[in-house]
């Protein structure tokens, strides 16, 4: 059985910071891209960014200089920073990663999500 685990959201002011983790854990024998999306009320979820091996990063334009996505591969975490976060920033924020599980083929993996909240 494969995981994801987020932790890090919550309630942060306009211009604030916040770091989002995400730990994948169980039997895992290789993991690929790992990144973050997220969704807003009414709106569809959509990609904030991704890392792939070594370290190939991919932003969406609305944070590119704000947000800085990296991960520990040694304790198949990914991490996301977030800086001058604004009340746009608000949604369910998502832990993707391709993994590929012992004794079998690659596929997605999704966390639970976690909520981040940016007051004006």
């Known amino acids: 059985q494969v995981q994801l685990v987020e932790s890090g959201g919550g309630l942060v002011q306009a211009g604030g910071s916040l770091r989002l983790s995400c730990a994948a854990s169980?039997?895992?024998?290789?993991?690929?891209?790992m990144g973050w999306y997220r969704q807003a009320p009414g709106k569809q979820r959509e990609l904030v960014a991704t890392?792939?091996?070594?370290?190939?990063?991919n932003y969406a334009d609305s944070v590119k200089g704000r947000f800085t996505i990296s991960r520990d591969n040694a304790k198949n975490t990914v991490y996301l920073q977030m800086n001058s976060l604004k009340p746009e920033d608000t949604a369910v924020y998502y832990c993707?990663?391709?993994?590929?599980?012992?004794?079998?083929?690659?596929?997605?993996?999704w966390g639970q999500g976690t909520q981040v909240t940016v007051s004006a």
């Open positions: 169980g039997s895992i024998a290789s993991i690929r891209a």
């Open positions: 890392i792939t091996p070594p370290d190939s990063t």
């Open positions: 993707y990663a391709e993994i590929r599980p012992r004794w079998t083929t690659y596929r997605d993996y």
